[in-house]
């Protein structure tokens, strides 16, 4: 039976669009021109090289949320007053969430010229990073409005069965510290022990990242940080016995223990109606610093049976990717199962491959055995042929 909207809207839930983003992208950037001041001047993008990166649109406690971070490259030509044509480039290493929903950073726009300069040319060249420049970024602010309309429904449940969109973007304004004081109160975490006694299982997430441990540690912890990656105002004093608070108040707590650039232990407690009221699980967040990156392991215990699958979607979708929608490169990401069958189904695959490789070996010296033995006859005396012929061929260890 389908669950009720509400209900249903408090999963967190995370859809993949980056295919569709960049054909919108190219869609939206080929063919926007501006005109210049002098008759016969415009330049216009001729074409989308390259579109680099993840855009996702995620739903958390019934707010839709876009999390993009990409690299996008472009071919311009202009044409100079007396129709002579000119040809460029353009790199924008990052449009982002940070950049147009919250207004963190601005664009970085590496502009290059491929035709000879000269006075027509340059007056082009300024053309195409001043007014057509200006165009890109309109175009390129409809990003995230363009995600929610488009895929909402898939993630987004209204009470009659059909999205009901919610678009961040127009709501950017308010500043982050706003929002953080609007949106976030350290509400106490429940301690009372369970009514009744819950069926539960770990679940890991592992990540590499290229960064310090001590950088990691307080991206986790920091209050101020902790937004960059969570899309959402937080609550972290860090410190043990305290409260913690992250995603807008979906995940609450409080912290046992934290060992700067090493370890941090806490309670972690998923407000949604899936979650068992009172009941809190134990995360354990180790970071262990290697010569050029960090491998950050989130151990969570006390999960309750059935959100396995849920939950670690989150902490790949939310933690890991969060971090990489901050520009923190992952080298690698893992997500174990289960250390023992893993171990033994690598152990059967060996022993196969071991003995497939031994069955080869003993046929190929039983094929080769009788051309030498033959030679064998020829130079050897008849005594010596008998037994070499009904030997028994050797095998490999």
């Known amino acids: 039976m389908a669950l009720p909207p509400s209900t249903a809207n408090w999963h967190w839930k995370n859809k993949n669009v980056t295919p569709w983003a960049k054909e919108w ?78 207004g963190l950073s601005d664009y970085v726009f590496n502009w290059s010229l491929d035709t000879s300069s000269s006075a027509e040319v340059d007056a082009v060249y300024k053309l195409a990073r001043s007014a057509l420049q200006k165009s890109i970024e309109s175009k390129l602010s409809g990003l995230p409005a363009a995600i929610v309309d488009n895929h909402a429904k898939d993630i987004h449940i209204s009470a009659s069965g059909t999205a009901t969109p919610v678009n961040e973007a127009s709501s950017s304004s308010a500043t982050p510290a706003a929002k953080a004081a609007a949106s976030v109160a350290p509400a106490a975490v429940k301690s009372s022990a369970p009514k009744k006694s819950l069926n539960t299982s770990d679940v890991i997430v592992d990540g590499n990242f290229q960064a310090s441990a001590d950088d990691l540690f307080a991206l986790l912890t920091d209050e101020k940080r902790i937004p960059a990656w969570t899309r959402n105002a937080a609550v972290s004093q860090a410190k043990p016995d305290t409260e913690y608070a992250l995603f807008g108040g979906g995940v609450k707590g409080k912290y046992v223990s934290l060992t700067p650039g090493k370890e941090i232990v806490q309670t972690w407690s998923l407000q949604s109606p899936t979650w068992p009221s009172g009941h809190a699980a134990t995360l354990t967040t180790t970071l262990n610093q290697g010569s050029d990156s960090t491998a950050v392991k989130f151990a969570l215990e006390g999960v309750p049976k059935g959100l396995e699958d849920e939950i670690k979607r989150n902490l790949e979708g939310y933690y890991i990717h969060g971090f990489k929608s901050i520009g923190y490169v992952a080298l690698s990401v893992s997500y174990p199962t289960s250390a023992s069958s893993s171990t033994s189904s690598s152990h059967q695959k060996r022993s196969r491959h071991k003995s497939s490789k031994t069955s080869s070996s003993s046929q190929n010296s039983s094929s080769y055995m009788v051309p030498a033995a033959i030679v064998g006859v020829l130079v050897l005396a008849a005594a010596f042929s008998v037994p070499y012929f009904t030997s028994t061929p050797p095998v490999c260890p």
């Open 25 to 102: 992208i190219t869609r939206e950037l080929v063919g926007l021109a501006v005109t210049g001041d002098v008759d016969g001047q415009s330049v216009s993008i001729s074409k989308v090289t390259s579109v680099e990166g993840d855009v996702e649109l995620g739903q958390r406690k019934s707010k839709l949320l876009t999390i993009f971070d990409v690299d996008v490259r472009l071919q311009w030509v202009g044409t100079t007053s007396d129709a002579q044509e000119v040809k460029g480039s353009l790199q924008i290493p990052e449009v982002s969430h940070e950049i147009i929903c919250d």
